[in-house]
């Protein structure tokens, strides 16, 4: 997806969001890091989650946490689901499950380093797969981005409807580099623990710190820390102030530990040896828990951070040390030389060590101007605490809620179904050769030529649709000829792909694509107009029964099955049809007795397109041939693939194409395509046919009023005015294109469900609806 099909996903928000249970934010999805993972972002995500629940207890909170694959964590209750980091999959489930928990809103904890792919471009494949506001917290925002890095952020960006960051420069930034507008930014400082005001010394002893100025440091031992500028600034400090000692509290990090073990520290205490203050420095290598940390923190009499990253936009310990009224000594990175400003405590240049050991010698030398400043940071820290920022989070995103557009379903009631379907849209995609494949919104895309899978639908809708004799005239011979050009005798197979300039891209296509094409021979058989063009469709399909007694994948036997019926309908007598239908059949059967289990009543491991078709099929058959057996298992199978594509509120879901070859796993929501919606209509109509039961014509009718507009995101995608049907629904709104496939479904769905509605019990009644 590109940026400016991200840029579609604010409108989308106003289609997809359906009227909620209740107003404002009832439950949010919480995406990012979580403890016990050892590092700043889980430890932020933890902190954020215990804000919200304890600020706002009436809010559900569902935590996802993000798996490095390192190893296995023991979360607790709050994570109900994990995501992981290099499986692109994963994040589709994971959008799947946050659809359909009844989230209002996703919240995520951004830093490149947490999520797979370029650049952490895997976080979109969620964000592009959920209908919900999305904020993001962005712990980093890049001055300089590459351009894996530029397009994840402005990817972002075009999505997100709050924008979070801790700094005003990320804002600035954001506004400036990644085109964010000043209302979708909010700027919310990060969370501090409130603690009371306390003297030192208490916490100095639990350390065995007692009589000692302690200067600390805190935070996963990593290059890029700058620790190397204070050890460089010890020997001066210490001949001024002998009684101080330097705590660097923090175990390495864990992708260094995993690189190269403890060589870094290891060359850190080296240093110290070097210039003879090792006596000075105590290494804690160690991830301490948040309270024994602040404990760390209150025995402190300065605290230090010497980073190196000018552009660094956020510390939680630089937040969590002026929280607790610490003065600060820190080279003027972004956030501290936001909020060290006015007198909150003293800048000095990257790596200036002198600088370092000249503001610490000074503070500790006057405790009166130490105690000043440790007031001023202890007031400023009472409007950080993260109740605080809980609060102003929950503000930003009930804005963004109540700024959403009324949802689609409650300004208009569904249209009727259509008595026609203009015939515009199919004659726009055809010329003399056939029918051509895409278009590129509704302009024909002749690049990609033509197929033999939509001339042969082309082909059956002719027969399906009341037009004038002149335009079945035209067309009709024209698709029909196409079919017959794309037979291959010696290869006993039909070719699929044809450019534009008519020459075949290929010897034979799927078996798939030449099954469907047969198909449309069966259909044309017993329905066409004209005497001529039944007796045509009779000699080609015998031309083609060994090809059609030879298919093995599941959806090639399920469309012979379909042409096999048809042409029982016009000759009942028509043996090798027989034959060809109890060999499918039987076949089909098989499949579901190999792979049915309680909870996947279906043919194959996995779910893919035409799903509808394979019930259909052995309903189909099981009609025509007096077997129960196959209208049994065919209401079973229909049932259960039925079940999975109603989505929770009620309405139509097709299984959507990204769900595609996943084995046993429930279906993924998107992109939801019209051929889905057309093989569900005529899968409950052969069911409606089976069992009597009305129940089928009703979920006819709820696969048709996906086209309308009753779907996930409340937009109509078919439109009868013009015969335009959009190619999919997408997690951002509908796909502009119109090509022939999803065209021919609409069309081919209307005529459908015209002969359904109104029907009473069915002809049959082989078999009671269980």
């Known amino acids: 997806m590109n940026i400016a099909q991200h840029a579609t996903l604010s409108a989308a928000f106003a289609q997809a969001t359906a009227a909620r249970s209740r107003p404002g934010v009832g439950r949010i999805a919480l995406i990012g890091n979580f403890l016990p993972r050892l590092c700043g972002i889980a430890t932020f995500t933890s902190d954020i989650y215990n804000a919200f629940v304890d600020r706002f207890p009436e809010v559900a909170v569902d935590v996802y946490a993000m798996n490095d694959g390192v190893q296995d964590y023991d979360y607790p209750a709050a994570v109900v689901g994990t995501i992981e980091e290099q499986d692109g999959f994963s994040y589709l489930d994971a959008a799947r499950r946050i659809e359909e928990s009844g989230a209002d809103l996703v919240w995520i904890q951004h830093e490149y380093g947490i999520f797979g ?175 024994e940390l602040l404990d760390w923190l209150t025995a402190a009499d300065v605290y230090v951070t010497p980073y190196l990253n000018p552009a660094q936009m956020t510390s939680g310990t630089l937040s969590y040390a002026v929280g607790l009224g610490k003065p600060v000594v820190s080279t003027p990175y972004v956030h501290a030389a936001e909020i060290l400003a006015d007198g909150h405590g003293r800048l000095v240049g990257f790596g200036d060590s002198a600088g370092f050991a000249r503001e610490i010698i000074d503070l500790l030398e006057h405790p009166t101007v130490r105690e000043n400043v440790r007031l001023r940071n202890y007031a400023l820290g009472r409007t950080m605490i993260w109740p605080r920022l809980a609060e102003a989070a929950m503000t930003s995103f009930e804005d963004a809620i109540a700024t959403l557009p009324t949802p689609l379903k409650a300004n208009r009631a569904l249209p009727s179904i259509p008595e026609t379907v203009a015939f515009d849209a199919v004659e726009r995609l055809s010329d003399s050769t056939g029918i051509l494949q895409h278009s590129i919104f509704a302009v024909p895309d002749r690049r990609h030529g033509y197929c033999v899978d939509d001339n042969a639908r082309a082909l059956i809708l002719m027969h399906q649709l009341d037009v004038p004799a002149s335009c079945y005239d035209r067309w009709t011979p024209i698709y029909a000829s196409f079919v017959q050009y794309a037979w291959n005798q010696d290869r006993n197979c039909f070719r699929n792909f044809m450019s534009f300039d008519r020459r075949w891209l290929e010897e034979e296509g799927s078996e798939d694509s030449s099954a469907r094409a047969f198909w449309s021979l069966g259909i044309t058989a017993r329905d066409a107009r004209h005497l001529a063009d039944r007796r045509w469709a009779l000699a080609f399909y015998d031309q083609c029964i060994d090809f059609a007694l030879s298919v093995g994948s599941p959806r090639a036997h399920a469309f012979v099955m379909l042409a096999a019926v048809a042409r029982l309908d016009a000759d009942p007598s028509h043996d090798p049809s027989r034959r060809m239908l109890e060999r499918s059949g039987n076949a089909l059967m098989a499949l579901v007795d190999a792979v049915c289990r309680p909870d996947w009543a279906w043919f194959e491991i996995v779910l893919a397109y035409d799903n509808c078709r394979l019930p259909e099929a052995l309903l189909r058959a099981g009609l025509q041939l007096g077997r129960q057996d196959y209208v049994e298992r065919g209401i079973e199978t229909l049932e259960w693939i039925v079940a999975q594509q109603t989505a929770k509120a009620g309405h139509f879901r097709p299984v959507g194409s990204e769900s595609f070859g996943r084995e046993l796993a429930p279906p993924l929501p998107f992109d939801q395509q019209p051929l889905e919606a057309w093989a569900t209509i005529e899968a409950c109509a052969a069911a409606l046919d089976a069992t009597g039961d009305l129940v089928w014509r009703d979920e006819a009718v709820r696969a048709y009023r996906w086209f309308q507009g009753e779907n996930d995101l409340h937009m109509p995608l078919g439109d009868p005015a013009d015969g335009e049907c959009f190619d999919g629904l997408m997690p951002n709104g509908v796909n502009q294109n119109r090509g022939a496939e999803s065209v021919l479904a609409f069309h081919l769905a209307t005529a459908a469900i015209k002969s359904l509605v109104g029907r009473g019990t069915g002809q049959q009644g082989v078999i009671a609806r269980r």
């Open 117 to 291: 792919g370029d650049a952490g471009e895997h976080i979109l494949k969620l964000t592009d797969r959920v209908t919900l506001p999305v904020a993001v917290t962005l712990h980093t925002v890049l001055e300089k981005p590459n351009a894996s890095q530029r397009r994840v952020m402005e990817a972002l960006v075009a999505r997100a409807a709050k924008l979070i960051v801790m700094a005003d420069q990320g804002k600035v930034q954001l506004m400036e580099i990644y085109g964010a507008r000043a209302d979708q930014v909010v700027v919310i400082p990060h969370g501090v623990h409130d603690r009371p005001l306390v003297d030192t010394d208490g916490y100095k002893a639990r350390f065995g710190l007692e009589g000692r100025e302690v200067v600390l440091t805190f935070g996963l031992l990593s290059p890029g820390k700058g620790i190397e500028t204070m050890i460089a600034a010890m020997p001066a400090i210490v001949a001024t102030r002998p009684d101080v000692q330097y705590i660097v509290l923090g175990a390495t990090h864990p992708n260094l530990l995993a690189r190269e073990g403890e060589a870094y520290r290891e060359k850190l205490m080296a240093q110290a040896r070097d210039l003879g203050v090792s006596e000075h420095i105590s290494w804690v290598n160690d991830f301490v828990e948040t309270d």
